[in-house]
Every structure is written in C-alpha cells, then in structure tokens.
C-alpha cells in the first residue's frame, strides 16, 4: 500500500489537463509505478491473454516506461475465477478479463460482457461508449469497490462442440454440457445438463464420454484445444455470446488515488486494446476454421427449433430476474431498448451488404 | 519548419522505450509542439469532423498539452478536397479524412477507405491492424510523403435519396446522380450520369430537379442535409461504403523528425479515435432512421438487378484498373483474399446471430 500513499501524497498537479499547456515540471512529478495486472486466461491464448499484454506495453509506451503494468495469467497469482476478489480485495492493482465469470456473485456481471440473445460486438462498444453502458457497468461495480473500461471483444463466438448431431429440442434432454454462467442456466431449462470444467479438463471429459458437448470461444481458439478429434459437430451460432467484452478491472480506491494523467493513460491504452482484441479474433477465425473443417470439424448451424426454445427459456428467466434484482432489471432493460434500436438500424444498411456479400464470395 | 528543425536536432533519447524504465530526465526533453490538422469536412458533422476532434483533445490529454493539435474544417486553411496536397507540401502537418477523395489521382486511393463491394468495418479493422493492410496503405503513401493510421470508420453506408423508386435498371437510364469516385464510374456503366456536387448544394440541386438522386452517409449525418423532403426514396445498402476508413495523415519529414514517443501518442490516439468514430455512429443512427422514417422517407432496398449489375460491373472496372496500375493490383488482390477469407467466417457466426436477432427484435 505504499505506492499508493505515495500517489495520495502528491500535489494536485496533474487535475485539469485537456488541451491547455502545463509546465514542464508536471512531467517530472508523475511518479514511477509498477502494477501487477492478473487475467482470467492462460498465456496460450495469445488473443484474450494477448491483449492484456497489448494493454501494458500501451501503458509503457504512453509513460516512457515510469508506469509499468506486470501482467500475470490465471493461476500465477490468484486462480482465473478469483481475478475480480483480487483486485476488489487490494492484492493486485488490476485485472483483465469479462465480467459474466462472476453472475454467481450477481447474475448483473453477466450484462456487461455479454447477455445471451443481446447485442453483437460493435453494438456492445456503442453502448459502453456512447449509449451509456458504461456509466452503468461502473455504477454497479463500485459495490465492489472496483471501476472498469472495456478492453476487448472475442466477436461472435461459436456453439461448441458436440459428440453427436442435435437435431431436435429431444436431444438435449440429459446432454451433458461444458457451458458456464447465465447460458449454462438457460440450456437447463431446455433439458441440458450443465457442466462447469476449466479449458484443460475438456479434452479428456469428451473423450472419454464423461460429458457430451462443450462450447469455448470460436475457431481460433478452439483450434488449440483439439477438440475436434473427440466431438466434431461444430454448432454455431453462439447465441449467448454474440459478441463478448473484456474490461480491464482497477481497484476504485487505487483508481481514484492515481494522477488524473495516468488515468488517461490507461483510458486510452484500454480503448486500444478494445480494438486490438476484436482485430486479432476476427484476422485469425477465418483460417483457423477452414483448418478446423479440413481437419474433420462438421459445421452446423442450431436447429431452428433449438433457437426457438433457447430464445423463450432466456427471456422467461431474465423476466423472474429483473423481478428478484433491481440492478439486473435496471441494467437489463437499458440494454434491451438499445439493442431493439439497433437491430432496427441493422437489418437495413449492414446486414443487407453482407448478406450480398456472404452469396457473392469467391472461391 | 523552424519546429521541425528543432525537433530532428534533439538527441535520439525518445528511442527505444517499450517497457524499459527510462530516466526521468527524458520526460523534460519532449518539446512542447502545436500543429495544425485539416479534416476533408465541416464542424456541422459532429461524427467525422468530431473524430478529429477527439483524436486532438487524446493527444493533448496523453501529453499533457505539451503536444496540442489544432484541428481545422474544410475551408478554414485549404479547401476540404485538398487535404492531402496540404499535408504533402507542408502547409499543415497533418490531416484527417478517408483516402478515397484523392482516387482522381490514383485509384488505389480507394481501396484504402473502401472499395465498392469490399470489406465492411469490422473486417476493415482486422485488415489494417492484424492482416497486413496498414503497412500496404504506408506504402502507398509514402510517394505523396504522408503517412497514415486508421482513425475512424462509418459503418456500412445507405445508397442514397432517389425522387422517383428505382424498379429496374432501365430506371438507371441517365439518372443524374450525385455519387463521387469510383462508385460513380461504376454507377455510370450502368447507364447513370454520376454528379460532383458539394454537400450544402445537394438539396437546391434536388429540389430544382437538376439532379434526380444523391447519396451522402448514413441516416444521422443524412438527417441534417433534409433530403427526404425533397427525395423521399431512401435506398440501401450502399454496396460502395460496406465501411468507410478515415484516416490521420501526417507528413512524412515530420513524423520521422517526431521523438518517438510523440508518435507512439499520435498511434494511440488514432486507434482511439477509430472506435470512436463508429461507435458515435452506431449509436446515433438508429434513432435518426426512425425520425427520417416518420418524417417521410421511404425505405427501399436496391432491386436484386441492380445489385447485380453493380457487382458485374465493379469487378470488370477492378480487373480494368489492376491491368494499368501496378499499384492497385497489389493492394486489391490482397484485399480481396483477405474479404473472401473474412465473410467464409462471418457467413457462420456473425451472421447467423445477427439474423436471428433482426427476426426477433422487439416493437
């Protein structure tokens, strides 16, 4: 905690910067600092673990290396799930990674990385940015004594992996599986039986039959875990996450202690990791799926049926949500109301051209 | 030039920064600068000129206002068409606004901010900053001695305000239309007469009947020029701006005479002013689609004839265009693997989410 009294020590100088020129002095006074950031992912995935590295070298560059930021995947310091404990609690300074790990704590975290049946990536970014959405997110995440800026975007991500075809709402009952959070909920109500198991332990699980079916990001990533060999029914779309937003998670009192130019550093380095993430998922999908498919993967799309009754079970409990938690329902119907708007606006310029696009691709 | 000067004389203690913990001396040494950027457009677009805008207030911000940048509209120093001459002769040091005003000097202008039929914005993104695009476009470039990063997107576009329904494309048969660039080459072989018209005298030019349809950007910016009172067909997609790329530019002698930390400000500060630009777009347009629709503005999707002979007819003017320049063919060829690789994804997870949300979106 010294560093940070050191900050709470300084003089008000770096308050009021904008555009108006300061002295030179400022600059020597803004402190040499050293952060540990911790992300929810392992260092083999070079685009969500990635970009919280993208984020600190940001950092680095924008200060001359004074502010350094140590990034630490899941498991060096705290355990992957334990991120946001971490930095509510003042063990590290900072975390990256979604909110909707901790909907067990308050089903609201899962709103602002990503509602099953809400908004798609670019829809999520004018929310958090010029629809409100982040006054919101910082609102509720001050209970935790935490505050938070987007910092990336997996885009839509797929349905998963499945040991056998689904072809009806029948063939979910008693289908054991890997899905977590919120949308674990909903594939209940359909008749799934949800699994909670870390990324290593899928492999083995659907290899030896112990579950049926586990969904992870999209092809990229998925690539890395093989499980192709072992379920090659590869559904989408991901419904539940179409599109998913990390943040980069900072202890509020820590925040709040920093010189307001650091503070603008890490908006900014966050707002370039914002695009960064969705840039690196969305230039490497492409190839890693057609190396998936050559390899044996099987795509298929979600029965129509399955979409039906996935999309009646969501709102049936996001309704007895809202009716339980003011902030799920105060948050939630934000969000739907900006979502309707959009996909008002969607259906007509964007999805026509890449409709045309979709029929017109070479090769 | 006399700061230019001063800035090639410092030592080169601004290399080499990265994460490394530098001396706090260097931090003095970083000069105190003003420049001036040009945008191509007027202060009443508070979406592309306001990109500018934000871009200068996050330089100021990440440098403490040692580095200012004063941002200029269209008219105020140089008209807006002349934007990059004003930034390759060094009347100004910088420059913000898509490439594609200066395609007259070489197609592949184009290609950068968005060809016909190309990449939508998301796909645009991926291109420029994980597949390649940013070091194709740099060099480009650097025969007018300017640089550039991606600052800012619109989204895909609409087609435009036609006074009578387009059924067919015998209906295209001297249509007079306001459309600049490469669209309107290919506007014309199917039998259009396409328009140079400046923005404000778009609406007399309707209104008199001189000409019979124009296209601008997309419902809020369109909503200030009032066209639907006037032309009340408002079609879509506009297939020629699937996403359309703003870009800072800089002249070349200055940004290497910048230190470099200066330029890893100015790399930041664009990547930020990227999202933000599309993000005010997307946030802003589907409520001004709503109120161009309940003023009287008929939504119309351009008859599958059209399309198709549009599509026929860009890619016979894109096959002429990479026979004759050396240049366009480089960047075109690449691109357009990129595209084809990019909506093979985008055509399972993207889209399929996107179509069910339109399906059932509510009200």
């Known amino acids: 905690?010294?560093?940070?009294?050191?900050?709470?020590?300084?003089?008000?100088?770096?308050?009021?910067?904008?555009?108006?020129?300061?002295?030179?002095?400022?600059?020597?006074?803004?402190?040499?600092?050293?952060?540990?950031?911790?992300?929810?992912?392992?260092?083999?995935?070079?685009?969500?673990?990635?970009?919280a590295v993208e984020f600190a070298r940001a950092v680095g560059e924008l200060t001359e290396g004074r502010y350094r930021i140590d990034v630490f995947a899941a498991g060096e310091i705290v355990p992957g799930l334990q991120v946001l404990d971490a930095v509510q609690n003042g063990t590290v300074e900072m975390g990256h990674g979604p909110t909707y790990f901790y909907s067990g704590k308050d089903p609201t975290f899962t709103l602002f990385t990503g509602l099953p049946f809400g908004l798609n990536t670019r829809m999520q970014n004018a929310w958090f940015y010029q629809g409100g959405g982040e006054a919101l997110l910082n609102d509720f995440l001050a209970k935790y004594q935490v505050c938070a800026l987007p910092a990336g975007n997996s885009g839509c991500q797929m349905g998963g992996w499945f040991r056998k075809e689904i072809k009806s709402l029948a063939d979910l009952k008693g289908l054991k599986f890997r899905i977590p959070g919120m949308a674990g909920q909903i594939w209940q109500r359909l008749g799934a039986v949800?699994?909670?198991?870390?990324?290593?332990?899928?492999?083995?699980?659907?290899?030896?039959?112990?579950?049926?079916?586990?969904?992870?990001?999209?092809?990229?990533?998925?690539?890395?875990?093989?499980?192709?060999?072992?379920?090659?029914?590869?559904?989408?779309?991901?419904?539940?996450?179409?599109?998913?937003?990390?943040?980069?998670?900072?202890?509020?009192?820590?925040?709040?202690?920093?010189?307001?130019?650091?503070?603008?550093?890490?908006?900014?380095?966050?707002?370039?990791?914002?695009?960064?993430?969705?840039?690196?998922?969305?230039?490497?999908?492409?190839?890693?799926?057609?190396?998936?498919?050559?390899?044996g993967a099987v795509l298929r799309p979600f029965p129509a049926e399955v979409m039906e009754a996935s999309w009646k079970a969501a709102n049936e409990l996001y309704a007895e949500l809202s009716a339980g938690n003011a902030d799920f329902k105060r948050v939630y119907e934000h969000l739907i109301a900006f979502r309707d708007d959009q996909y008002l606006w969607w259906q007509v310029a964007e999805s026509g051209f890449d409709a045309f696009m979709i029929r017109h691709r070479r090769g």
Do not use: C
């Open 1 to 51: 905690m010294g560093r940070r009294n050191i900050l709470s020590a300084l003089p008000g100088g770096a308050a009021g910067i904008g555009l108006m020129p300061i002295s030179a002095a400022s600059a020597q006074e803004l402190p040499e600092i050293r952060w540990r950031l911790v992300s929810n992912f392992p260092k083999s995935l070079d685009t969500i673990f990635g970009t």
């Open 194 to 295: 949800p699994q909670q198991i870390s990324p290593g332990d899928i492999y083995p699980a659907l290899e030896r039959g112990t579950i049926d079916a586990a969904e992870f990001v999209g092809p990229y990533d998925d690539e890395k875990l093989s499980l192709y060999k072992v379920a090659k029914y590869y559904y989408y779309p991901g419904w539940w996450e179409g599109g998913a937003a990390a943040f980069t998670l900072v202890n509020l009192e820590m925040w709040q202690d920093l010189p307001e130019h650091y503070r603008s550093v890490l908006t900014y380095a966050s707002a370039y990791a914002n695009g960064w993430m969705t840039a690196k998922y969305d230039a490497a999908n492409p190839k890693a799926l057609q190396r998936l498919v050559a390899a």
